[in-house]
Every structure is written in structure tokens, then in C-alpha cells.
């Protein structure tokens, strides 16, 4: 009984060692890595959340598909030795395993590679020329949040699919994109944090066949008027998924695209904040503050000509603001400062007609002497009386339109855009008044003090003293109603 049980189990054995070779003609039977799953006759190998911190040994040379997604590798670095063996490989799944980084070439020996999918890792920087050599059909980067992309990330690299959606993106360059122009047919970018595209991204858009870019954060003003029309006329390369939607400025907020019209990505010309003259006896500083959307770059223009720029930051839309220092100056009797604030809506340019302060020497009045030099006394005079300025509107829409545009293209302006101009205009008449009126009162009580030449203390309050600094400060604040400007 015992022998004939010992034969029944060794013939079993036989029997099944020969099906397993006949089924493994080719293909595997016996080695299929632990914790894993190698479906017969399929050449797949599946170890999905497999506990495995390592990529397992033992995956037979001609698999076709590796799938180890949710396996926390204990190395979050990838080299070209994880995958020496693996050269058959047509998809590859590497989904949420704690990856992140991987070094350049990793995958250049899978030359048959056609799917890779990195998301859900902790990936944070690619480097240049990383993924070289391969010829991907799509390629899926999805939920990687803060990932960089050097400028050459994917040169040497082709693929019909680019999915990275969830990645956290802002300011995702062209350049990244440019080495898969040609072969890239579609593009997610959906849940992003784009606030703005370049209109260069037209050129790769158009080539596509699907592109997602909804839920990010766009700014729509008329910079992104090209992204609109595209839309609008492109609308099958967006179907499939959410529309591109505005979080900016907050009349347009969570608004999808297609509830918008061209006519509502405006953008609005500058507008001066604050213009400061500030003196010291052999320095100026002039400040120019202007705001605008999008926030204007400065220009501050010398009388010679030359011009300092100043772009807006980046990072902190805010006031846009424009500081430059006149040291040692040679200023003639009237010395035209110009500062300039452009943005896609136009130009406008304030003027401020700058006379530097002539020191002659006066004999001290023994009371002002207190807390300034005489000479200081002398500069407001020379400011107050030479110092002009005047400003001018002039945008790409109207040119030379002034605050007030008195052309037979008032039409075009709403009653807001005219009614917040003439008060613009008036109170900038009211300041030049206010300006005019203290300068000459201000005159008018040093004649009569000089009159008096010692006086009691307390006419003080309306003699002009200077500050510990001996400085001297024009300040024009001017507030406009926001114009409209439709581009
Ligand atoms: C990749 O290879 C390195 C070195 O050979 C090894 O330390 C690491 O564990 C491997 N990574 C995986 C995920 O197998
Ligand atoms: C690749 O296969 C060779 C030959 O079977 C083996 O010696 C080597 O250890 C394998 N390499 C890896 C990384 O699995
Ligand atoms: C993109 O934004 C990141 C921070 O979000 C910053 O570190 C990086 O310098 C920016 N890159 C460019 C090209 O502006
Ligand atoms: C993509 O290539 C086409 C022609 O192949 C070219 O016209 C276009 O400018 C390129 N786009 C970019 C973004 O380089
Ligand atoms: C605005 O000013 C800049 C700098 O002076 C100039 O280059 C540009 O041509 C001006 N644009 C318009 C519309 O006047």
C-alpha cells in the first residue's frame, strides 16, 4: 500500500511536470516571483501592493508587462541595474512606490518600453536627457506634486501620450515640452496650478489631438485671449474633460471657459499709485508705483534718454514699482524725468519736470537755523516754483487717448470708464491746485516771516522745516478709477 502510494505521488508529479513543460513551451510555469501573479500563457507579471521593498528576482526575461504598483521600494532611487534584465518589457507600471528620483537612462535598455507609468511618487527633480532612447506611447506622470523638469528632461525622448495631471504646475517652460513636438498627440494638465500660458504654447497645442487643462488656476485677462480662441475653435481637442476654467480676476472666478466670451478676458491699463521726489543734498530718489492687470513693468526715462527698467515680480503680483537714484546730477534749469507704465493694455507716462535745488547762500535767519541749514529752505523754493509734471494715456487700443479723450471715439468707452476718467482728471486738477495754493502760502509766510526776520516760536508751524535728513518730498498720489481697456 505504502509503495504503491509512494508511485500514485511520483507519477502525479510527472504528470504534472509535464504539463508544466508543455505549458511553459516559451513560456513560464515555475518562476514566478513571490508575492506576485503570472497569469499562464500571458508573459504578465502582476505584484500589485505585494509588500515587496524591492523589485523581485526571478521575473522571467521575456515579460512583456511588469506591474509593481503600491510596492514602498526601501531604495526610492531607480538606476538602469533595476531593470538589467527586463529588455522585453512593453509596459511597465510603477505606480505608488515611493520613487524619487531616477537616475538618466534607467530605462534606455527597455528598448521595446511602449507605457511607463511613474505616478503617485514622490519624484521631485528630472534631469536632463533622463528618459533618452525611448519611443513611449504614453508616458504617465500624474500625481507627482512639486515635480521640476529640467529644461532638456525629455530630450531624446518620444511618446504620443503626456499625462500629468495633479503634479502641481505653474510655470511648466515650453522648452520642456519642445523635444516631444512632433510625436506628442495628447497633453493632461488638468488640476494644475497654471495661472497663465504663454501664447508660444499655440504652436504645440495645435499640433495635438487631445488636450486637458481644466481645474488649474488661470488668470483670464487678455493675455490668455489666445487660449480662449482656441478653445472656442478647437473644442473637440478639449472634449473628454473638464473645460478650462478662470480662478482670476474674481468677477470670472470657477467660471468654465465656455460660459465666457472673448470679450471678457480684458486686461487694464496702468495706473500710477504714487510718484515721490525725494531729495538729499547730493541724491535723488524718485519712486514710481503703478498697478495695472497684468501688473505693468516701469520704465523710468532721463532727460538724456537712457531708461532703467523695472520688470514685475513674479512671484508676488502686486503694485508694480520702479526706484532710480540721481547722483551727482547735472541737471539743466528743466530736467524731464519720465517714468512709463506698460502693460498689453498701453502705456501711460508720467511726467515730472525736475529742477535740482540751487544752493545760494543766504544769510541764516538765526530761527530757522534750529533744526536746518538755510539751504534747505532754498531748494523747496527752487522745487516749488520749477518742479511741473503731466501725464499721458496712451494704449494700444487708442493712441493718444488722453485721460479724458475728447475724440470721436468716446463711444467706445463705457459711462464708468468716462465718469472715473473726469474724476481722475479732477482730482488731478485738485491736486495741482492743492499743490499750487500750499506752495504759494507756504511763499507767501516766509516773505512775511523774513519780514519779521526774529520772531516768536510760534510762527514755526508755518515756516518750512526740514526733516533731520534734509530731505525734501513731492508726493503726487493719484487715484484713478480703474479703466477698461478691451484689447
Ligand atoms: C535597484 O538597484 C539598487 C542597486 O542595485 C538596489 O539597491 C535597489 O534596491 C534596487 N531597487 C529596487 C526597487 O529594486
Ligand atoms: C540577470 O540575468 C543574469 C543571468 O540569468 C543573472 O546572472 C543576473 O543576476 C540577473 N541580473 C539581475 C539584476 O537580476
Ligand atoms: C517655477 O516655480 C518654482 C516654484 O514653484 C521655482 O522654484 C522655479 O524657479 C520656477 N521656474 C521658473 C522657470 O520660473
Ligand atoms: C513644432 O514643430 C513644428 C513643425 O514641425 C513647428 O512649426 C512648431 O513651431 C514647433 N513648435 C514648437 C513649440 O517648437
Ligand atoms: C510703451 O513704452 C515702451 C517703452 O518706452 C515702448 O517700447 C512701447 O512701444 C510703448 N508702447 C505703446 C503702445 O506706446
Given at each position: 500500500m505504502k509503495r504503491k502510494g509512494e508511485l500514485f505521488c511520483s507519477l502525479r508529479e510527472l504528470v504534472l511536470c509535464a504539463v508544466c513543460v508543455i505549458v511553459s513551451l516559451g513560456s513560464i510555469c515555475a518562476t514566478c516571483p513571490r508575492n506576485c501573479f503570472c497569469p499562464p500563457m500571458s508573459n504578465n507579471v502582476y505584484c500589485s501592493r505585494g509588500n515587496l521593498d524591492i523589485i523581485p528576482d526571478g521575473i522571467p526575461f521575456d515579460t512583456l508587462e511588469l506591474t509593481l504598483n503600491d510596492n514602498k521600494f526601501k531604495n526610492p532611487v531607480l538606476t538602469r541595474r533595476n531593470f538589467t534584465n527586463l529588455s522585453s518589457l512593453k509596459n511597465l507600471y510603477l505606480s505608488g512606490c515611493g520613487i524619487e528620483s531616477i537616475a538618466i537612462?534607467?530605462?534606455?535598455?527597455?528598448?521595446?518600453?511602449k507605457w511607463l507609468d511613474i505616478s503617485k511618487n514622490d519624484l521631485k527633480f528630472i534631469p536632463d536627457f533622463t528618459f533618452r532612447g525611448l519611443n513611449l506611447e504614453n508616458f504617465f506622470i500624474n500625481e507627482n506634486p512639486g515635480i521640476q523638469f529640467s529644461s532638456k528632461a525629455f530630450a531624446g525622448l518620444s511618446t504620443r501620450g503626456l499625462y500629468m495631471h495633479n503634479c502641481a504646475l505653474r510655470n511648466l517652460s515650453l522648452e520642456v515640452l519642445r523635444p516631444l513636438n512632433g510625436s506628442l498627440r495628447a497633453l493632461w494638465l488638468y488640476?494644475?496650478?497654471?495661472?497663465k500660458l504663454d501664447k508660444e504654447w499655440l504652436y504645440l497645442l495645435r499640433s495635438l489631438s487631445h488636450v486637458r487643462l481644466g481645474k488649474n488656476n488661470f488668470h483670464c485677462n487678455c493675455e490668455l485671449t489666445w487660449l480662449y480662441e482656441f478653445f472656442v475653435k478647437e473644442d473637440s481637442i478639449f472634449s473628454g474633460g473638464d473645460a478650462p476654467s478662470c480662478s482670476s480676476p474674481p468677477s470670472h472666478r470657477n467660471k468654465l471657459f465656455n460660459a465666457l466670451?472673448?470679450?471678457?478676458f480684458t486686461c487694464e491699463l496702468p495706473t500710477f499709485k504714487k510718484v515721490d521726489a525725494i531729495f538729499e543734498s547730493e541724491l535723488g530718489k524718485l519712486t514710481c508705483t503703478a498697478s495695472g492687470d497684468p501688473s505693468p513693468t516701469l520704465y523710468w526715462i532721463r532727460p538724456d534718454g537712457t531708461t532703467e527698467t523695472y520688470y514685475p515680480s513674479k512671484t508676488q503680483p502686486k503694485d508694480s514699482e520702479g526706484v532710480m537714484y540721481i547722483t551727482n546730477p547735472q541737471l539743466t534749469d528743466k530736467s524731464k524725468y519720465k517714468c512709463i507704465a506698460n502693460n498689453p493694455a498701453g502705456n501711460v507716462t508720467f511726467s515730472l519736470n525736475l529742477a535740482w535745488p540751487i544752493a545760494k547762500e543766504k544769510p541764516m535767519d538765526s530761527t530757522t537755523v534750529g533744526r536746518t541749514p538755510t539751504t534747505s529752505v532754498n531748494k523747496v523754493n527752487t522745487i516749488e516754483n520749477k518742479n511741473t509734471y503731466e501725464w499721458t494715456v496712451n494704449s494700444k487700443a487708442e493712441k493718444n487717448m488722453g485721460i479724458v479723450s475728447t475724440t470721436d471715439k468716446v463711444k467706445q468707452f463705457s459711462i464708468v470708464d468716462i465718469v472715473g476718467a473726469v474724476i481722475g482728471t479732477f482730482l488731478l486738477t485738485l491736486l495741482i491746485c492743492a499743490l499750487v495754493f500750499h506752495f504759494y502760502y507756504r511763499r507767501r509766510e516766509r516773505l512775511r516771516y523774513d519780514d519779521k526776520r526774529c520772531c516768536e516760536n510760534k510762527k514755526h508751524k508755518n515756516v518750512y522745516t526740514m526733516s533731520d535728513h534734509d530731505e525734501n518730498c513731492i508726493k503726487m498720489m493719484i487715484q484713478r478709477n480703474s479703466e477698461h481697456i478691451h484689447s
Open positions: 537612462d534607467t530605462f534606455s535598455g527597455l528598448t521595446k518600453l488640476e494644475n496650478q497654471f495661472e466670451k472673448a470679450g471678457d
